[in-house]
């Protein structure tokens, strides 16, 4: 008789049990054929099955059929048809991270941290996130009702809202105040982000008297995410060395590490990014960067913790599995996920009723948002609907950056050269 090595005993022994469980699956498949009240397609409870196995991981992982796979790509685009909303699981409720700015969902009076109790009608208690994903897109045109819970509310609210072709800008706006201080929103992070980023910044540069920013504020607020590599990049624009941000998972290949170069770097000028709980994802990672390399300072609320790292596995029938592999962490080793970055400077925003962080944007205003153009605005003809006088966290940001140069004067003087002796 041979003997195994206790390694190779419990390998051994896991694959036994893992075809014994195989086979109870085809017994099962087989009684419920057999005995259901209806007739059963196989490929309807394989497919069951499979959503089964990724709902009981984490409301990030899931199968993609065909048509949510081909949804996926189109999303990464900045274009795609539905209410113009981000949504996740939190303590298996679906919840709103965020509205995007001008979009129906936003003009309908959606809010960051609202829990949708029903879609049309029909309850989300067990509901995938992909399957509510598939129930609020449809044609352009066509209505959707969401009941949702809210913080601040006893009573469920409401809301209809009219599907349309979302066309998301990266750079939503850009403005320049007095004293030469930029302010630039991102609105998501998609393909060309960073591009548009330094397009925005040579902009401002250009109406300054001498090409100059004296300061700058990164408006990063509900702002739900995107692509990583946008992250990475947008990040890079500010840091000329350093770790941006890394990766953990249990398979190798996950593990990755992304730095900062000193090309193309933006001038060390002083900088404030604002961020609410509808910040997630790629915003916190590039907060996270530079709130870590103290680059800027962080004002606001503390972000909503999307830290997780889906990857997508196709499957080679039009088909893939969104996997979540690893997990994001700050350079300093802080996880994102489940706690969010938290400010430097916290600054809740003014009227909390309001959308946080545009408070004085259209609520529950029905504007025309059904059109094919409409909502969505270009970067180059933006213009800023923030004030300062009324955005309570944007005026904290100015204020900060005014501040830095008075003491940034102080300093200066305080290392220059000694005075002369009275005599």
Same mark, same amino acid.
């Given at each position: 008789?041979?003997?195994?090595?206790?390694?190779?005993?419990?390998?051994? +022994?896991?694959?036994? =049990?893992?075809?014994?469980?195989?086979?109870?699956f085809?017994?099962?498949?087989?009684i419920?054929? =057999?005995?259901?009240?209806?007739? #059963?397609?196989?490929?309807?409870?394989?497919e069951?099955?499979?959503? *089964? #196995?990724?709902?009981?991981?984490?409301?990030?992982s899931?199968?993609?059929?065909?048509?949510?796979? +081909?949804?996926?790509?189109?999303?990464?685009?900045?274009?795609?048809?539905?209410?113009?909303?981000?949504?996740?699981?939190?303590?298996?409720?679906?919840?709103?991270?965020?509205?995007?700015?001008?979009?129906?969902?936003f003009?309908?009076?959606?809010k960051?941290?609202? /829990?949708?109790i029903?879609?049309?009608?029909?309850? &989300?208690?067990?509901?995938?996130?992909m399957?509510?994903?598939?129930?609020?897109?449809g044609?352009?045109?066509?209505?959707v009702?969401?009941?949702?819970?809210?913080?601040?509310?006893?009573?469920l609210?409401?809301?209809?809202?009219?599907?349309?072709?979302?066309?998301?800008?990266?750079?939503?706006?850009?403005?320049?105040?007095?004293?030469?201080?930029?302010?630039v929103?991102?609105?998501?992070?998609?393909?060309?982000?960073?591009?548009?980023?330094r =397009?925005?910044?040579?902009?401002? /540069?250009d109406?300054t008297?001498?090409?100059?920013?004296?300061?700058?504020?990164?408006?990063?607020?509900n702002?739900?995410?995107?692509?990583l590599?946008q992250?990475?990049?947008?990040s890079?624009?500010?840091l000329?060395?350093?770790?941006?941000?890394?990766?953990?998972?249990?398979?190798? &290949?996950? @593990?990755?590490?992304?730095?900062?170069?000193?090309?193309?770097?933006?001038?060390?000028?002083?900088?404030?990014?604002?961020? @609410?709980?509808?910040?997630?994802?790629?915003?916190?990672i590039?907060?996270?960067?530079?709130?870590?390399? +103290? /680059?800027?300072?962080?004002?606001?609320?503390?972000?909503f913790?999307?830290?997780?790292v889906?990857?997508?596995?196709?499957?080679?029938?039009?088909?893939?599995?969104?996997? &979540?592999?690893?997990?994001?962490?700050?350079?300093?080793?802080?996880?994102?996920?489940?706690?969010?970055?938290t400010?430097d400077?916290?600054?809740e925003?003014?009227?909390? *009723?309001?959308?946080?962080?545009?408070e004085?944007?259209?609520?529950?205003?029905?504007?025309?948002?059904?059109?094919?153009?409409?909502?969505?605005?270009?970067?180059?003809?933006?213009?800023?609907?923030?004030?300062?006088?009324?955005d309570r966290q944007?005026?904290?940001?100015?204020?900060?950056? /005014?501040?830095?140069?008075?003491?940034? =004067?102080?300093?200066?003087?305080?290392d220059?050269?000694?005075?002369?002796?009275?005599?």
């Amino acid at each position: 008789m041979v003997a195994l090595h206790p390694a190779t005993g419990r390998v051994a +022994n896991a694959a036994r =049990k893992g075809y014994e469980q195989l086979e109870s699956f085809a017994r099962i498949i087989s009684i419920v054929q =057999k005995n259901y009240v209806d007739d #059963v397609e196989t490929d309807a409870l394989i497919e069951g099955a499979i959503n *089964g #196995v990724m709902s009981a991981l984490d409301p990030h992982s899931a199968y993609l059929t065909p048509d949510l796979y +081909n949804e996926l790509r189109i999303d990464t685009r900045g274009r795609f048809g539905g209410l113009g909303i981000e949504i996740t699981m939190r303590d298996d409720v679906l919840t709103i991270i965020t509205p995007l700015e001008d979009t129906p969902a936003f003009h309908a009076g959606a809010k960051p941290g609202d /829990r949708i109790i029903a879609i049309d009608g029909q309850l &989300t208690k067990g509901m995938s996130l992909m399957k509510a994903v598939s129930l609020m897109r449809g044609p352009k045109g066509t209505d959707v009702t969401l009941t949702v819970a809210r913080e601040s509310q006893v009573e469920l609210v409401s809301m209809t809202i009219t599907r349309a072709v979302i066309k998301v800008a990266s750079v939503k706006d850009i403005d320049l105040r007095e004293g030469d201080y930029g302010y630039v929103k991102l609105a998501q992070f998609q393909e060309g982000t960073s591009r548009e980023l330094r =397009k925005a910044l040579d902009e401002l /540069r250009d109406q300054t008297d001498d090409g100059v920013l004296d300061g700058l504020v990164l408006d990063l607020r509900n702002n739900p995410g995107g692509l990583l590599d946008q992250a990475v990049s947008v990040s890079d624009a500010f840091l000329d060395a350093g770790l941006i941000v890394y990766t953990d998972g249990r398979v190798q &290949t996950q @593990n990755q590490r992304f730095y900062a170069s000193a090309e193309s770097t933006e001038p060390a000028y002083p900088m404030v990014v604002l961020v @609410n709980r509808g910040s997630a994802s790629a915003s916190e990672i590039v907060a996270g960067a530079l709130q870590d390399h +103290n /680059r800027a300072v962080v004002v606001g609320t503390t972000t909503f913790g999307k830290g997780s790292v889906q990857t997508i596995l196709p499957l080679g029938d039009d088909a893939a599995l969104r996997l &979540t592999t690893a997990r994001y962490f700050t350079p300093s080793g802080r996880s994102i996920h489940g706690t969010g970055i938290t400010p430097d400077v916290e600054e809740e925003a003014l009227d909390q *009723g309001a959308h946080e962080g545009v408070e004085d944007g259209p609520g529950s205003s029905d504007g025309d948002s059904s059109g094919e153009d409409s909502p969505g605005t270009d970067s180059s003809d933006a213009v800023s609907s923030h004030d300062a006088s009324t955005d309570r966290q944007l005026q904290r940001a100015f204020d900060l950056l /005014r501040t830095w140069k008075v003491f940034s =004067k102080v300093a200066s003087f305080s290392d220059g050269p000694a005075a002369p002796a009275v005599p």
